[in-house]
């Protein structure tokens, strides 16, 4: 049953860490689909060399900094669930908050609510710090 455990362990954190990669692609065109929708950017611009700076919104620009932020902790998140499967540290829980903060935290951040937002973060923070404490 221990070894079912494990095994069940590993592969519900090989799944967490592929829908991660998956926010990170759907947060990528987020700025291009609100650029779209909001007319902000034309199509052609988008196939094109992009050597002019398109125009920009306060919503496009949340969204890139939105981005910017996920890619300051995803790198520690992915260090974690690998370390956490090599290691058989059951840390699936933590990274299922973890992952459902951070796609909870894109539209807050986005749509501009602003202390929501911080908590959202403080969440996701506390659980790497928390999968971090398991391996101590």
Not at 22 to 48: A, E
């Amino acid at each position: 049953i221990n070894q079912n455990s494990n095994l069940e362990t590993k592969m519900t954190l090989t799944s967490i860490l592929i829908l991660s990669f998956l926010l990170v692609l759907i947060q990528i065109t987020i700025p291009v689909l609100i650029s779209l929708l909001t007319n902000n950017v034309k199509l052609s611009y988008l196939f094109s060399s992009r050597d002019n700076a398109a125009n920009t919104s306060i919503y496009i620009d949340r969204a890139n900094r939105s981005l910017k932020n996920l890619f300051e902790t995803l790198p520690i998140f992915i260090g974690l669930i690998f370390l956490s499967i090599i290691n058989d540290v059951d840390n699936s829980l933590l990274a299922m908050i973890w992952l459902f903060a951070r796609i909870i935290y894109v539209p807050v951040y986005i749509v501009g609510i602003n202390y929501v937002r911080t908590g959202i973060w403080a969440i996701a923070l506390i659980c790497l710090i928390m999968m971090s404490v398991s391996f101590l």
